[in-house]
């Protein structure tokens, strides 16, 4: 008797699978195999990658390419006009990725990242043959526009993961992004001016001579054409279904809807377990208030990643380092190898241990103090200043992308399948548009405060790394309720 119960609820949890759905295949994949997706893992790391090197790869080389354009009459004003050239980027990506979102979800992720792969090779590759500000203003606002790739791969590696493997998904899109943020200003201080850096490989009168900032972006494009080529072995996993008469069926997860119980009761038990998912987006606040703290994180790490480099770059006349383009790049380089460390083999462990929310307070709170340390490393010089500047640069990118991974765990948690690439381009647009503060912010924070190195409080950089601080504990506050809200129900 008790055989004949186990073989009839197997068959009432049975669940069926459609035949050409990649979906299916990708859910009937993790029912099958318990293990870790290493293969599908690797496939989101090298495309978030491509995607995210050239965010920031020209904030080293900005600061020169501005004073190349002519554009500033003084040179405390060159922040300003920088700050609008890092801002274009995200201006354009807040602008259209809720319709990256809303296509991944329809047509699905795949053509979405060959897509934005593909922009990235064309787009980057003009912005490093930029003669004029407005050319390059243009080219980085149609980078942003086109490259519609974070939103879908976020729900794209919550999607090829079991749920007890979710946090390490997240992780290595957090990971691949945060290095691509530091790799990309590294290979951009490395490789920008090479005809004054290398001059015998390359003459004044070649091609790198003539557009000393197109080697760096060159190369990051050649990585993305290499990417977009991967992308055609990238599994689709939007659930794609078609009726009986042809036409294909809203995509939605395998389980939802599919498990043999007449009637359709399966269907209301689901709904009924996970209102999240049935409900407008905009009304899930678990969702939404997880998309604003996360926004205000990022304004904070992308107005700091310019003016770490703005400041690293000045005089030390105006409170900066006087550091060259090479240096940034050694800086961030080894910034890069600490955050792949940590991400891979302590981010997991440490979000197990603590969860996602405290592990973001925690970073949070470190950050602080550690701002208000950068001003007073412009008095060192030598080997005691390249030993606290790398160790603090590792340490702030480690404690951001610990962050916005545990709010990236909450936002794909907070919606089904079929919402996931809508909710993440709302995530998108969101992040982007203050992310396209940030650089803007932060430019123009930065030339304002070159202007008070007199002043008897906060002068100088003091009052840059200050406004950052507070920022950061606005961030920390939210992240607390009743703001903050976890999703009651596990929408994967």
Not at 299 to 321: C, N, Q
Not at 346 to 365: D, N
Request: glycine share 8%.
């Amino acid at each position: 008797m008790a055989e004949i119960r186990e073989v009839l609820l197997n068959d009432k949890n049975r669940v069926d699978y459609y035949e050409n759905c990649p979906g299916c295949k990708i859910d009937q994949m993790k029912e099958d195999t318990h293990g870790i997706p290493f293969k599908h893992l690797f496939f989101v790391f090298v495309v978030v990658l491509a995607a995210a090197l050239p965010i920031s790869s020209l904030f080293p080389f900005l600061y020169f390419m501005i004073k190349d354009f002519h554009v500033a009459q003084r040179e405390e004003d060159i922040g300003y006009y920088a700050g609008y050239v890092g801002s274009a980027f995200m201006f354009g990506r807040a602008l259209t990725s809720v319709l990256w979102g809303m296509i991944a979800d329809r047509y699905g992720r795949k053509p979405v990242i060959f897509f934005g792969t593909i922009s990235v090779v064309i787009l980057n590759t003009l912005f490093g043959l930029s003669t004029n500000f407005w050319m390059a203003v243009s080219t980085r606002f149609l980078l942003g526009s086109l490259c519609g790739i974070l939103g879908p791969m976020r729900a794209y590696a919550s999607e090829i993961c079991r749920k007890e493997y979710q946090a390490l998904g997240m992780s290595i899109i957090s990971t691949s992004w945060g290095i691509g943020l530091v790799l990309g200003p590294a290979v951009g201080g490395f490789l920008a001016q090479p005809a004054e850096k290398f001059p015998q490989i390359f003459s004044e009168e070649s091609l790198f001579g003539r557009f000393p900032y197109f080697l760096p972006c060159l190369l990051i494009s050649i990585f993305a054409l290499g990417v977009s080529i991967l992308c055609f072995w990238l599994p689709e996993t939007l659930h794609m279904h078609t009726k009986d008469n042809g036409e294909l069926e809203d995509s939605y997860d395998a389980g939802e809807g599919m498990i043999n119980e007449p009637d359709g009761k399966q269907n209301m038990k689901k709904s009924e377990k996970n209102p999240a998912s049935q409900q407008s987006l905009l009304k899930n606040w678990p969702l939404m208030s997880s998309i604003i703290v996360y926004c205000v994180f990022q304004l904070h790490d992308m107005a700091y990643t310019e003016i770490f480099s703005l400041w690293a770059v000045s005089p030390r006349k105006y409170g900066g380092l006087s550091y060259s383009t090479a240096d940034i790049g050694e800086v961030l380089a080894i910034t890069g190898f600490g955050l792949l460390v940590f991400q891979l083999f302590v981010y997991p462990l440490m979000a197990k241990i603590f969860g996602p929310i405290m592990v973001s307070r925690i970073g949070a709170v470190i950050t602080i103090p550690l701002l208000s340390s950068y001003p007073f490393m412009a008095m060192l010089s030598g080997l005691s200043l390249t030993i606290l500047i790398n160790c603090a640069s590792i340490m702030k990118n480690v404690l951001a992308v610990s962050i916005t991974t545990g709010l990236f765990l909450l936002q794909n948690r907070a919606v089904a399948q079929k919402q996931r690439g809508a909710a993440n381009g709302i995530s998108m647009s969101a992040m982007s548009l203050s992310k396209a503060i940030g650089p803007a912010g932060g430019g123009s924070l930065f030339s304002w405060a070159q202007k008070r190195q007199n002043v008897f409080f906060l002068q100088g950089s003091h009052m840059v790394f200050f406004i950052l601080n507070i920022i950061e504990v606005i961030g920390l506050l939210m992240t607390f309720k009743p703001f903050l809200v976890e999703p009651a129900n596990d929408s994967s």
